[in-house]
């Protein structure tokens, strides 16, 4: 079975000003077993804590009698002592008659402490002490009764003659045992009219099952047993104290108990019982093997303090953290006027505003690139207020673009509340500036409440103030025309001011005009390709147009744009039988390029082009313009390629080339042959419908197979090869379906390359384009 931690805080404050002086205002038992480590079997530790108000003049004794008795063996009395606070961590009350005991921790924290408020404070008061058991028995029970009194009260009858009795069960038959542990302190005051979420921590370490229900308070001799007393009317068991009309008291299986507070004022008390169970592995049956009690008072008050009523508020005083004032009535520094939301933060007198008033907004600190925005606040806030997905929390970057919060890390106490809150950004903030998070209603209906009950107002600002983010270094190095068909980018980053795993990716801009607009035509979706096909453009493109190119990286935010790049277009100035005159762009990647001519010859088995530089007198090196003798002796046919590629004289960028398109030239026999007859034409369609309508299903190119090695490939928009073929027929032809997953692809614009061998010509022939697909 597992360990089960529970969380229950039981809170009580005791306020009012018809107190006896000799009253309790509650009690409560558990027991640890020992004997493991004392070596003594059925040894147990047994604690008993009272609850004293400090403003009494009769002193808590040194010691108290503990009663333990059972079916098995003869009553037994122990004595428990006082326990020192210091050895307990607490700083103890040295004199007067609250000396022994501590002041309780936490227990003014909603309501005022200014004089005429009613606030009593609570001193704790430690008893322990060890019992030894002669024999193990299922009916064991530890108890202890004050003798005199309890406190007035509005829920009991004769509440203020009665004495207090507490008891705790233990059944050892089934093994040692300890009893669920108190982790918390029951000292707190309630505010009227407000929600609260009010649990009691307990440990229980042996891993049995724990319940939490109300118990009955009782009164009686300190040997018991019990008797429960009366309610006054209104009140029972399960409704102690009032709450508000048409709501009721939740008790979930952690031992949270939810309820919002009405209108009435006063003390009351209200005793809860933990039980745990353990399986009986013998008989298959859960078994009752322990208890432990709480019998106490929690007052309700109309005081409640002015800070807390405000709502929780970032600590500025933390390291790190600040605050800075803007006009009352404005935003902050502009960046949510788009959204219409003005800042709903504390408000300070300031000559200097044109209203004679400003607003504190907090500044919270971030380290760049961090998956979390810390924020503290300057008191406890409730768990359950916070929703799990942060909707409550909506930040606005200084692009004045939305950054999603994902979720929230509460950092819960045993209380179930926080002060801490970490969220959970959708992408790290990468871009130095000030981030504006600001509170909302979150998908539960509220902000978020602090242990009192009291809301943060709705639109509260925080900025949360980026400054230590590198500035991203990049560059775009190259752009070459790829094999005569597209245009390929080449790019570079500074990796210390990139953080590689962030990227997004990259925006690619293109301009058609000689660099006077750019648009956007593609987004390179892996962050770490730092190239770009651009499959939009193709051969007939490339050679009749100079593309101008420029990148931009995609961090949690796009950043800025580099230079632009150009290709190089090569073209025919002149043209003889003899010789060929060639033209090209200046190629401005790097600023004092070295142009090659080379000329080329297709290899007949690989089919690709073989090149060589041309090694005449005359190489261009710096010039745009170069006479090419053709190699033509009349005797044979020949089809020969030529371009140009630039390289960087300076080494900076000596690993790319930059290579146009090609241009081309024939050598024919002379006298030339006769020309060939007509071919029948190939017929691509540029639109197919994939439906299974039994028309236009299929992507057929007709009259294919009238040639030979026809080898096709088509590529959605990114340049990813959805088919491809290596000996294209019209029996198979392309139906839509991804090569890969055998799924329909999305309909659209792709792009086909044919390459074929012309049984007319007997030339090879290559064909670009794209074709729709719509279903």
Known sequence: MNKILSFFILIFLFFTAEVNATHVAGAEIMYRYIGDSTNVPRQYLVIVKLYRLQSSPVALAGSVSLCVRSSCFSTMNVTLPKISPATLGYTPITSGPGSGGFLTPGQDECVSTAPGAGFQAIETHWYQGVVTLPQNCSDVRFSHSVVCCRNPNQNLVGAGSATLYVEALLNSNIGNNTSPQFVTFAAKSFC????????????????????????????GPNCGPGANMAWQPGYSVNQPFPIAPGTQIIIENNGSFKFTTGTTTGLFVLKVEVEEYRWDTIFQVWVLVGTSQRDMQVNFTNNCKPEVQNGPKINTNLPGFTNVTEPAGGYVHGFMSNYGYPLNNDSIQDPTSPTGWSKIIPIVPY??????????????????????EGSEFRIVGPDSILRPVIGVIKNCN????????????????TVNGDYVLYIKNGNDGNTLLNSCGFPLPEFYAIIIRVTNCPNPLYDLKNVTIEKNMHPFLEWEIDSPTVNIPLIDGWNIYRSDDSGQTFNFIAFQNVPTDFFFRDISLNTPEVNSGIYHYQIQLV?????????SIRSILLDTLYQTDSVMGLVWNHYDGWPNPRYTVEIGIEDSVTQEIVWEKIEAVGNPTFDTVFEVKKPCDGTSNQDYWLRVVADDTSGINAKYLSISNYEKFTCTENPPPPPPPPAIPIEIPNVFTPNGDGQNDEFVIKNIELHRNARLRIFNRWGDIVYESDNYETATPWNGNHRNTGQPVADGVYFYTLQYLNTITNEVEIRNGSVSIFR
């Open 192 to 219: 009227t009219g407000k929600y609260f979420v009010w649990s009691q921590a307990t440990i229980e370490p042996d891993g049995d099952s724990v319940r939490y229900r109300w118990a009955n308070p009782q009164e």
């Open 367 to 388: 380290n760049c690139y961090d998956s979390l925005v810390e924020l503290e606040f300057d008191v406890n806030i409730q768990c359950e207020s916070i929703t799990d």
């Open 414 to 429: 045993v209380a179930l509340e926080t002060k801490k809150i970490q969220l959970r950004l959708h992408k790290p903030f």
């Open 555 to 563: 961090m949690s935010q796009p950043f800025y744009i580099t230079r």
